[in-house]
């Protein structure tokens, strides 16, 4: 009973955007996380290969 999500529940990324802070940069992808302390997550966007 306890264990049930809430549908009310607004959810970082889903219900919201990520507060994006863009922690590195490259041609490689970027690395950012997100300022909200109670998402915390971290993500790694590789960069779309460009082949030449
Ligand atoms: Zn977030």
Known sequence: MSD??????EVCGDSYDHD???DH????G??????RSECGVEVWD???ITEQ
């Not at 049930?4 to 529940?9: M, Q, Y």
């Not at 940069?25 to 490689?28: G, L, P, Q, R, T």
């Open 25 to 28: 940069e490259d041609a490689d």
């Open 30 to 35: 970027i690395q950012w996380h997100c300022a």
């Open 46 to 48: 590789p960069a779309p």
């Open 4 to 9: 049930e999500p809430s549908a009310d529940e």
């Open 20 to 22: 994006v802070v863009v």
